[in-house]
C-alpha cells in the first residue's frame, strides 16, 4: 500500500490550456474529457466560475518532472 498522500498538481502531460482541468482529472481518477466539459458548462452559467479556475491556475503548483 502506498503511505504517500495523493497531491493535487496542474498536469504537465494533459493540458488545455494550464493543465488545471487535467490536474483535477488525475486527482479524482476521472477522464480528462469529462472535467474540461463541466468546466465549460459551469464557466457559461452566471456564478464566478472562471475566476475560481484563474485562482486555481495561479495556487495550484505545476506537477514536478519525473525522471
Do not use: H, Q
Request: glycine letters at 6%.
Amino acid at each position: 500500500m502506498n503511505s504517500t498522500p495523493k497531491r493535487l498538481y496542474r498536469s504537465r502531460s494533459d493540458r488545455m490550456i494550464a493543465g488545471v482541468c487535467g490536474g483535477l482529472a488525475d486527482y479524482f481518477n476521472l477522464d480528462p474529457t469529462l472535467v474540461r466539459i463541466i468546466t465549460v458548462v459551469v464557466a457559461l452559467l452566471p456564478g464566478p466560475a472562471v475566476i475560481a479556475y484563474l485562482i486555481a491556475w495561479l495556487i495550484m503548483p505545476e506537477e514536478p518532472y519525473r525522471a
